[in-house]
Antibody, heavy 122, light 107 residues
């Protein structure tokens, strides 16, 4: 079964660092990109960026650039989303999603992780 | 960034109704338009990619269409499991922007 398994919920203080993970299984991890999508409480979906796990090449949205780092370790089929200094406004659910890098399905996200809730509060 | 304007933001409908949601792109996005369904507390699920290509396992009561830069998601006969929020997304260019969502509620 193809799936993405995300790490568990986190509660952090402003200024702290955090790394959440997304582990792929049931498919060739390096044949697909991993995208990260944010959903703030009660709000819509926001694309943050994506990584090519094979090349470790990342692309970011303008709003995410410089605030988060997307990385991957292809040896353990895992992608990461990392913050060096969290803000209260980072409170959200973060989803990872698989993207066919060939463009065969128009770069749609066909498999999603279950989401990781990140709460940042003093 | 390409703005995706989705309408309506919410709608109330009854079982068996035909429902249409519209998504307008701020510029040409060719066929790079996808639709997702999200239920409360769950991750989004891909329904349609490339304007009208139904994802495997998705009911044929869902269909997608286009007229210029206006895209539609139609549910031909609303079922209880269809009450959810629907999002369009353009994947023509980065950042991959989503519409603001349409919440489909029970009338």
């Amino acid at each position: 079964e193809v799936q993405l398994e995300q790490s568990g919920a986190e509660v952090k203080k402003p200024g702290e660092s955090l790394r959440i993970s997304c582990k792929g299984s049931g498919y060739s991890f390096t044949s697909y990109w991993i995208a990260w999508v944010r959903q703030m409480p009660g709000k819509g979906l926001e694309w943050m960026g994506r990584i090519d796990p094979n090349e470790s090449e990342s692309k970011y949205s303008p709003s995410a650039q410089g605030h988060v780092t997307i990385s991957a370790d292809k040896s353990i089929n895992t992608a990461y989303l990392q913050w060096d200094s969290l803000k209260a406004s980072d409170t959200a659910i973060y989803f990872c999603a698989r993207v066919d890098s060939s463009g065969y399905n128009f770069y749609a996200s066909d498999v999603w992780g279950q989401g990781t809730m990140v709460t940042v509060s003093s | 960034d390409i703005t995706m304007t989705q309408s309506p933001s919410s709608l109330s409908a009854s079982i068996g109704d035909r429902v249409t949601i519209t998504c307008r792109a701020g510029q040409s996005i060719s066929s790079y338009l996808n639709w997702y369904q999200q239920k409360p507390g769950k991750a989004p699920e891909l329904l349609i990619n490339g304007v009208s290509i139904l994802q495997s396992g998705v009911s044929s009561r869902f269909s997608g269409g286009r007229s210029g830069t206006d895209f539609t998601l139609t549910i031909s006969s609303l079922q209880p499991e269809d009450f959810a929020t629907y999002y369009c997304q353009q994947t023509f260019s980065r950042p991959r922007t989503f519409g603001q969502g349409t919440r489909v509620e029970v009338k």
